[in-house]
């Protein structure tokens, strides 16, 4: 009935689509859809059973956080059932001065001590009123502090995968938008409903001993005003997830066009956009007005309620009183405490509305909490026994990365990236991985760094299965230089030891820094890699240098060179390239190649991935792998390739690279004679 009252009004205020928009949103929320077949009463009970243990659990969740600062939490309970009590005093002593002055009082020293009780209670009330809000304030701020970071910390331990699926927006509008509503239900709904509690707990004693009899009906009426405020509560729950939900999206939209900035201002996007964010906007503001409606409508019945029972009671009282029952101080205090109670029990019902809607917002937080991701560390259970024959299997096993019949699926996908792949990568090898488009190449490198697990077969890493690995052994084994690497906006010390933990203390500051050694370490690697920093350079580059969002205030092959001097410090067992110069002109390729040299000169086996095969000979490539589809389509030396006349040859020949003895000497439209050579696009002319 009130859910068809409220869809009219606020349908009334919106357009045709509008309309039907909020009318199948109200009614997947609420009512069963026509489309799908009705559910058994079993299916009904399953789900009931499910949606109360989800409730439940939540409740749960939002309790133990209450509970986690017991130091804080016993003191502020304790103030505010103090205050409550002072506070359920004062209409006592109120009524008291009232009769007083009402009656012509002649003893000066009961009216006085009337106003003693009324000032002392008074104070206390509010002493205690004072130290319970600051104390429930800062529970509150710790529980954000709490639930943000634990959901901060779990959402980046989560598979590759998980990211794949949920838009940066929307998972930041969780850590903002709904752990803030958690903050609220502590610092500011919890409070009052206990505090509301309270007084009622209080009041209605003071109701019980004026006269039990009317305190009864009182009490029956109020119990009708709150299985009111219970319905309430559970249909606000329900939007309040839904609108949420929809925030969530809104901010997914409002974060991609951001980070899309440059593709919307140069593609004429920001009407699209717009209209994107706007109607995602829009369909949260229509739950947000069915949720106005709501309120107002529960307002309004329950405020009737209670006139009702208000006025039932006066008529009891006159009932009463006139048969000589009830005199008028008594009748006094027994108006007052009714009004004390009615307004305690009314404002519960208030907050608890509001508590089942900030439940109903933050459960997807806990959900996200608690998440387990399925690519994890293994559980660390040392087995002398596996370790044993891990170090047996690393002595007869002389491959440093080995793919056994390894399939790699993405969630996403119906068919494998990669299938039923053998791959042994030895010491010293330098493999390229090449291929056209799709075929497979970078799912191969994010495997051997452990975004994704293989969904059968296996990949290890000196005689260890990968899936045996934690994050921290693959990443100070396994080292990966982008295609175009991020940095992040620190200096460019701390990005190349990104990662690795400070070992010094800033004497004046006390601050973590790195050491001297730390400083010579990286000063060389940067040198290494081709960005000296030690004399001023040209850029007016240091150390200590800080880079904008993304290293935005160096170039793509600065950029590149300090992700490489990342990995010279780290001297990996394995270095990843990922398409190292494709993004660099020619005159930053040659340095990056350099750089890369000697980055691969610091590992023991180095695997590339690259479109651009000159590079397959400047950086002393000894294998190469053909990837179609998924599978290795051929492997061998790249100038054996070349001469076999395979798919790696026609790919170099498609960028005008041959076999090294035959480079056919060609006469272009002038009559120079040049060489094509390893790189297609440049043309040397031939002295
Ligand atoms: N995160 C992902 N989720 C779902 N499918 C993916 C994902 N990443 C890649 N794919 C799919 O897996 C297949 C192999 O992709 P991959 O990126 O490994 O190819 P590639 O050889 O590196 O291509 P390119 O040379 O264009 O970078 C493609 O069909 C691609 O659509």
Not at 190 to 209: E, K
Not at 534 to 547: Q, W
Request: proline share 3%; with cysteine; aromatic share 8%.
């Amino acid at each position: 009935m009130i859910r068809t009252v409220i869809e009219k009004r606020t349908q009334r205020r919106l357009g045709d689509v509008g309309r039907r928009r909020l009318r199948n949103r109200l009614r997947r929320l609420f009512l069963r859809d026509k489309s799908t077949p009705p559910a058994t009463e079993t299916e009904e009970k399953e789900g009931v059973m499910s949606s109360m243990h989800k409730l439940n659990e939540t409740r749960q969740k939002l309790v133990r956080l209450v509970g986690y600062d017991s130091s804080l939490l016993l003191p502020a309970f304790s103030y505010l059932i103090l205050g409550a009590l002072f506070k359920s005093i004062i209409p006592h002593f109120y009524s008291a001065c009232i009769s007083c002055v009402a009656a012509g009082e002649a003893n000066r020293n009961k009216l006085m001590l009337a106003m003693v009780g009324l000032g002392v209670s008074s104070v206390f009330e509010a002493l205690f009123t004072g130290l319970r809000g600051a104390l429930f304030w800062i529970a509150g701020s710790r529980a954000n502090y709490n639930v943000r970071v634990k959901l901060h910390r779990n959402l980046l331990l989560q598979e590759a995968a998980f990211f794949d699926s949920n838009e940066t927006g929307f998972l930041m509008s969780r850590l903002n938008n709904d752990v803030n509503k958690i903050g609220m239900v502590i610092s500011y709904h919890v409070n009052v409903v206990l505090r509301q509690l309270a007084q009622f707990i209080f009041g209605s004693v003071f109701l019980m001993r004026i006269e039990p009899k009317l305190a009864m009906v009182a009490f029956a009426g109020i119990g009708l005003v709150a299985v009111a405020s219970m319905l309430y509560g559970d249909f606000t729950r329900a939007l309040a997830e839904k609108v949420q939900e929809l925030f969530a999206v809104s901010s997914a939209l409002a974060e991609t066009s951001f980070s899309m900035s440059e593709s919307v201002r140069a593609f004429d996007g920001v009407s699209t956009e717009s209209k994107k964010y706007e109607s995602s906007q829009y369909d949260a503001l229509q739950l947000e007005e069915v949720q106005a409606w709501a309120y107002g409508s529960h307002k309004f019945v329950s405020d009737t309620l209670q006139a009702a029972l208000q006025c039932l009671l006066l008529f009891c009282c006159w009932k009463i009183g006139r048969a000589g029952a009830l005199p008028a101080a008594k009748l006094t205090s027994f108006l007052f405490y009714t009004n004390f109670v009615l307004e305690s029990s009314n404002e519960v019902g208030d907050q608890w509305a509001k508590i089942q809607g900030a439940i109903g917002a933050s459960s997807n937080v806990f959900d996200l909490i608690s998440r387990v991701p399925s690519v994890s560390d293994p559980i660390s259970i040392r087995d002398p026994l596996l370790e044993v024959q891990a170090a047996q299997q690393m002595i007869n096993d002389h491959a440093v990365i080995k793919m056994s019949n390894m399939t790699v699926q993405y969630p996403a996908m119906d068919r494998a990236a990669l299938s039923e792949i053998n791959l042994d990568l030895v010491e010293n090898d330098r493999v390229a991985i090449v291929g056209r488009s799709g075929s497979g190449k970078s799912s191969m490198l994010r495997t051997i760094l452990r975004f994704y697990d293989p969904v059968s077969g296996t990949c290890s890493l000196e005689g260890k299965n990968l899936r045996d690995m934690t994050r921290s052994e693959i990443a100070s084994n396994i080292v990966v230089v982008e295609q175009e690497p991020k940095l992040f906006p620190v200096s460019l010390l701390d990005n190349v030891l990104y990662g690795i933990e400070k070992d010094s203390i800033n004497e004046e500051t006390g601050d973590e820094i790195y050491s001297e050694n730390y400083r010579a370490l990286v000063t060389e690697a940067l040198s290494l890699a081709g960005l000296p920093v030690t004399a001023k350079n040209d850029l007016g580059l240091e150390l200590d240098t800080r880079v904008g969002d993304g290293g935005r205030t160096l170039s793509g092959g600065q950029r590149q060179r300090v992700a490489i001097a990342r990995a010279l410090v780290r001297f990996p067992t394995v270095l990843l390239l990922d398409e190292p110069t494709s993004a660099l002109d020619s005159k930053s390729e040659k340095l990056v190649v350099e750089a890369l040299k000697s980055a691969t000169e610091r590992t023991r086996c180095m695997l590339m991935v690259t479109h651009r095969l000159g590079v397959v000979r400047s950086l002393g490539v000894n294998k190469v792998v053909v990837l179609d589809q998924g599978q290795i389509a051929e492997q061998g030396n790249p100038e054996d390739l070349l001469r076999s006349g395979g798919v790696y040859a026609q790919l170099a020949q498609e960028q005008g690279i041959y076999p090294l003895k035959e480079e056919p000497l060609k006469e272009d439209e002038q009559g120079d004679h040049y060489i094509i050579s390893f790189r297609s696009n440049e043309k040397l002319l031939k002295a």
